[in-house]
């Protein structure tokens, strides 16, 4: 119902040398079985935490974009057009993951602002004049992709991932969760995406909203229902998105397809994992690594949050992003399966995989497309790797 699009838009790029990284790894749930397991690789002495940049380090890299960041930030929040949202994700993601590093409530507040923001300038769908909805909801329009005033749930789902990522981030923090403004704020957020977020677009047909024709556009609805899985006070509700979740994860409806079964050993380079953004194909080139950000930015999420996603996982899309997607120096893939050539855009996914293992922190640390997102999703990955 829509068509697919990815956008970096007015993003501060800070082009750095950079420097190294790895990571300690979970123990495997062996009571969860993958579709395929990569070939193992070669054993070799792992580096030390102690190399990796710290927190610190990454936090003074965040900063030099801290005033672009919200001169920019700040006049896509009060849009009600919703691929102004769509932008502006980065920058919340950015933020949130800053404050998951650091502990700092002007990175809470910021994000808060933002997204508080966001929500404060939908309007009910019968007020959108040109939406095929015209419900109960609130919601926006856009008017610029070509998608006519309608309402556009490819939009709403990119940002609102990382809205929900904002309320897990404030539940997981004891002093924030017992402050009684945060936690009228958060109240205030958390019935707004249960209600005009994800109810909204799974009672309006989650065949076509929800389970999306492409790989990831179904992971970041998966983000949403993870998140709001941890944090609902209603059962029922918790039920319903971890069945989302779990249809996402292993079993589409509609198609049998699922994200576990499109991996695949990767052609190339077996320790690694291919996949296609079209769901039952294992056609090359695959998926495009942009887009691919959106799956890594929720599989991460789901390891971490008990998910059947295994450290073997993650070792596998470790290595697809160093040894095929970026072999070194100034090569990037466009593909996963190692075709193509790209800009090195890692700040929304790929960049995450950073924290299960040193090795690939470090590799990043070397990463010369550096902008506010990367530095802060890079700090969060030494505060997992350091604790």
């Known amino acids: 119902m829509t068509t697919d699009h990815l956008r970096i838009g007015r993003r501060a790029v800070l082009l750095l040398g950079l420097a190294s990284l790895t990571a300690a790894s979970a123990p495997p749930r ?6 395929m397991q990569p070939l193992p690789a070669a054993p070799a002495a792992p580096p030390s935490r102690a190399e990796i940049k710290t927190v610190a380090h990454w936090a003074a890299v965040f900063e030099q974009s801290w005033d672009y960041q919200y001169a920019n930030s700040l006049p896509l929040s009060r849009s009600a057009d919703s691929w102004d949202h769509y932008d502006l994700s ?7 993951a800053m404050f998951r590093a650091t502990g700092e409530r002007r990175y809470l507040d910021r994000a808060l602002e933002f997204t508080e923001n966001v929500a404060g300038s939908a309007r009910p769908s019968t007020d959108l004049r040109a939406s095929t909805f015209r419900d109960d909801y609130r919601g926006w329009a856009s ?6 005033g309608d309402e556009v749930p490819l939009y709403e789902s990119y940002f609102w991932r990382y809205g929900t990522a904002l309320l897990v981030a404030m539940r997981d923090n004891p002093a ?41 556009m179904a992971a970041h609805w ?26 996402i994860d292993l079993h589409l409806p509609g198609s049998g397809a699922s994200l576990r079964g499109q991996l695949r050993r990767h052609p190339v380079e077996p320790t690694a994992y291919f996949w296609s953004d079209v769901w039952g194909s294992a056609r090359r080139p695959g998926q495009d690594v942009s887009h691919g950000n959106g799956v890594m930015a929720y599989v991460v999420e789901a390891r971490d949050r008990g998910r059947p996603w295994t450290r073997d996982d993650m070792a596998a899309f470790g290595a697809l992003l160093t040894k095929v997607i970026w072999p070194g120096g100034s090569i990037y893939r466009a593909y996963v399966d190692g075709t193509g050539a790209d800009n090195g855009w890692f700040s929304d996914g790929f960049v995450k995989l950073g924290r299960y293992d040193t090795a690939v922190q470090l590799r990043l640390e070397r990463h010369e497309v550096v902008n506010d997102q990367f530095a802060a999703n890079m700090a969060l990955n030494a505060r997992i790797l350091r604790s």
């Open 30 to 35: 062996a009571d969860v079985p993958t579709i």
């Open 90 to 96: 980065y920058s919340l993601d950015a933020c949130v």
């Open 143 to 148: 008017s610029k992709t070509g998608q006519g």
């Open 176 to 216: 924030v969760r017992a402050d009684p403004d945060y936690r009228a704020r958060y109240d205030r957020l958390l019935d707004f995406a249960e209600t005009h977020v994800f109810a909204k677009w799974l009672a309006r047909g989650a065949g076509e909203t929800i389970y999306r024709e492409r790989t990831h």
């Open 222 to 247: 998966a983000l949403i229902g993870l998140h709001l899985s941890r944090i609902t006070a209603d059962p029922a509700r918790r039920a319903r998105y971890l069945e989302v979740v779990g249809n």
